[in-house]
């Protein structure tokens, strides 16, 4: 496995700074002002021109937002979130809606660059094969600051663009499917998120269209005391497929920032999504100070027959993590699927898991969950399985497994099953295990480095989740679950 | 100059007190088979790690000389890479790790750490499937996750596949007859016999002299709370088998 080797190099060349990722790019940015009101909901809509519609939309949700309270079952620890001291829109000043690469402001350009995303189109072109291409969707701060390939995606028919763009070009399709899944009401960060949400990527597949390529965001948080909400909408119309893959990242401060996003799937009759995240988030420094407040709702709907929805996730960055990609299996012979891995080192603290929601009949789920706690972090699978009365057949299984790597670490798992339907089949497996000294120890004695066999070692842990990811980011995964577990040992 | 040399070598069990090698002395020439035997408890297997380099040992004092240099401050993948190879008692089970990822991550840390190229992948699926059948073990178990799911003989099997891969200087056996039925015993001392060289010597721990009808000693060591009380040839072996530990350690103390 030379990415075993790749990943220790790049280890070693990290050296004490395990966050590559850290650095913050000067840019003159644009800011409301800090704190949230009605006011704020009103100057972010009209920043992004928006219709009438979306503006009241966001309004509904800021009012109802003033009566909930933040959620406190999660297995997480953290100071009291003050929602008036941070900046809820951050754009960079020159980003006038630009038509071309040229327009953009270069300081950004190089940001993207050093994140190694590409965004020159011919530079892709020349280089790689044109299966390998990845269109991208870059969002810096609170917006996109450009979306390649739309042209060449846009002949097959599919819409790929930031959302406030699919606000002004395509209002009825968004004003259809924004809310149907994540409804505004549904919990304190996603209502938030509706009233206050600054972009986000927007993805339409016209019926019976295979995406051409791979799909993907980057997000990108860079301004101090700023909260990024950014929000996605995927529709798979009946008979596509699109494969979807998200990336973050984010400067070491010494802040906590928060993230709260919301991402929204429908798969129509036969389509298929297959939305992959890397998330990278700023994981804080070894004391626990700093780091990304990662506070997410993702779900989708599988609203046709035999739809499919696929979520693939590696968790390494963040210092809380508070997700669960679901999926709501409407449609009879649904498939629903959540395969992740949860990385937690220092003092990160990960709450995270799935629901798989089964509503029709024969619908299927699996989840596969792998967590890796390390440090003093706390790392907990959450989860729930559960058939409606109609789901007739419905089936699911469940695996998730834990790794400790260390003495002052801690893994939990808090799995929920629901039937209400006698012929459901749910099936649960979980286990817990360390890395063994015996196993470090047999790995040494046949030549590999202590960072050799951890990463050995862990990489065969989550092998199965690996395997689910696309083909170009899985070295990449592997890479960066060796990076973070970094001074874990020894 | 011996290949091994230990000198007056003392260890203890990091957590306790009790020093469980008690000034070891120790030669193993170029080419040679030394046999060690001795009753349970005298400090077999401890020796097997110490060399090693395990964690859970300090060595209180002495050394041990691999080649003429002081192995005990080296850290166990570099005693590795300098060709000290140990056979587990108990091979460990790495779930999740293919055979193959196994075999050539080990191969490769070596070479890298000796200056040389990593194997060519051609290369190396040739080496192991010629290795791999002259110890019988099936494709199915090369495609498997490292020793899961092994039988105990797969496991020893295993142990000398990876002992033929990497071509240690000195290789130490650890109670590798234990738990294999007569079959599984030739096929190993086979693997074991087929490597004996000029240039490499053996340390075959063990409780019986079964195992040293397959393979012959050149020397036999016992060894008894901590120390070595006798050498003598493979005759020795056989005197033990036939009157047990008692009367030799009884006579040495």
């Known amino acids: 496995m030379p990415a075993v080797q790749e990943t220790v190099e790049q280890v070693r060349a990290i050296d004490v700074d395990q966050y590559k990722y850290g650095f913050s790019t000067e840019i003159e940015m644009e800011l409301a002002p800090k704190g949230l009101s009605e006011d704020i909901v009103r100057y972010i809509s009209a920043r992004k021109n928006e219709p009438a519609w979306m503006l009241e939309w966001r309004l509904d949700a800021y009012r109802r937002w003033l009566t909930m309270r933040e959620p406190e079952w999660a297995r997480v620890d953290y100071p009291q979130i003050d929602f008036q001291d941070m900046y809820y829109y951050a754009a960079p000043k020159s980003n006038a809606a630009p038509q071309s690469l040229d327009e953009i402001d270069p300081a950004i350009l190089e940001t993207y660059k050093k994140l190694g995303i590409p965004l020159r189109e011919q530079e892709i072109l020349a280089g790689v094969a044109p299966e390998k291409r990845i269109a991208v969707d870059a969002v810096f701060d609170s917006v996109s600051v450009v979306t390649t390939f739309k042209e060449e995606l846009r002949k097959s028919g599919v819409i790929f663009c930031s959302i406030s763009e699919a606000l002004q070009e395509h209002p009825e399709l968004v004003r259809q499917y924004i809310g149907s899944v994540v409804p505004t009401t549904d919990n304190f960060y996603a209502t938030l998120n509706a009233a206050v949400f600054s972009d986000g990527s927007f993805v339409y597949i016209p019926p019976d269209v295979r995406c051409p390529m791979e799909l993907s965001t980057y997000f990108r948080i860079n301004e101090q005391k700023t909260g990024q909400f950014e929000r996605t909408l995927i529709i798979a119309d009946k008979g596509s497929y699109v494969s979807y893959l998200e990336g973050c990242t984010a400067p070491m401060r010494d802040e906590n920032q928060l993230h709260a996003a919301v991402v929204e799937l429908i798969a129509h009759d036969d389509a298929e999504i297959k939305y992959s995240t890397v998330q990278n988030w700023f994981p804080g420094d070894a004391e626990g100070k700093g780091g990304i407040y990662n506070f997410v709702t993702k779900r989708g709907d599988c609203r046709g027959a035999r739809s499919k929805i696929s979520w693939t996730q590696v968790e390494t960055g963040s210092a809380i993590t508070w997700k669960y990609p679901s999926c709501i299996l409407r449609g009879d012979d649904s498939q629903g699927e959540f395969y992740s891995i949860a990385v937690s080192n220092g003092a990160q603290q990960v709450d995270s898991g799935t629901k798989m929601i089964h509503l029709g009949k024969n619908t299927r789920s699996r989840i596969i969950s792998k967590g890796i706690s390390a440090g003093r972090s706390q790392n907990t699978y959450r989860g729930l399985v559960s058939a409606h009365r109609r789901a007739t057949n419905a089936k699911n299984f469940t695996n998730c497994d834990s790794l400790l790597i260390g003495n002052a670490c801690g893994a939990h798992t808090v799995p929920y099953i629901e039937s209400k339907t006698a012929s459901a089949v749910f099936e649960h497996e979980a286990t817990t295990s360390k890395v063994s000294e015996d196993q470090m120890f047999y790995c040494m004695q046949r030549g590999l480095t202590q960072e050799e066999a951890i990463a050995l070692i862990v990489n065969g842990f989550v092998k199965d989740v690996l395997q689910q990811l696309p083909m170009e980011f899985m070295v990449e995964a592997q890479k960066l679950i060796a990076i973070s577990l970094e001074g874990s040992v020894g | ?253």
């Open chain 2, 1 to 253: 100059m011996s290949l091994l040399e230990i000198k007056n070598l003392t260890a203890k069990l990091a957590e306790e007190d009790k020093q469980i090698l008690n000034g070891l002395n120790l030669t193993v020439e170029k080419g040679q088979v030394a046999a060690i035997m001795g009753p349970n408890g005298s400090g077999k297997s401890t020796l097997s790690y110490v060399l090693a380099g395990r964690e859970d040992y300090e060595v209180t004092g002495g050394e041990a000389l691999l080649d003429g240099e002081n192995i005990l401050e080296l850290d166990p993948d570099e005693r590795a890479a300098k060709g000290l190879f140990l056979a587990f008692q108990y091979p460990i089970e790495i779930p999740g790790v293919g055979q193959m990822t196994f075999l050539k991550a080990a191969i490769n840390a070596q070479r890298r750490k000796n200056g040389l190229d990593e194997i060519a992948t051609p290369e190396f699926i040739k080496l192991v499937n010629g290795r791999a059948k002259e110890l019988g073990i099936s494709q199915d178990m090369l495609r498997r996750s490292v020793n899961v799911g092994f039988s105990g003989g797969e496991k020893k099997r295993n142990e000398i596949l990876q002992m033929a891969l990497l071509q240690p200087k000195l290789a130490i056996l650890d109670e590798t007859d234990s738990g294999l039925d007569i079959d599984a015993l030739k096929i190993v001392a086979d693997g074991v016999n087929a490597m004996r060289s000029p240039d490499r010597g053996f340390v075959v721990i063990t409780h019986y002299q079964r195992l040293l009808d397959y393979i012959k000693p050149d020397v036999v060591h016992v060894l008894s709370a901590g120390r070595i009380i006798k050498t003598g040839g493979p005759e020795l072996a056989l005197e033990l088998e036939a009157k047990g530990y008692a009367d030799i350690v009884g006579k040495a103390a």
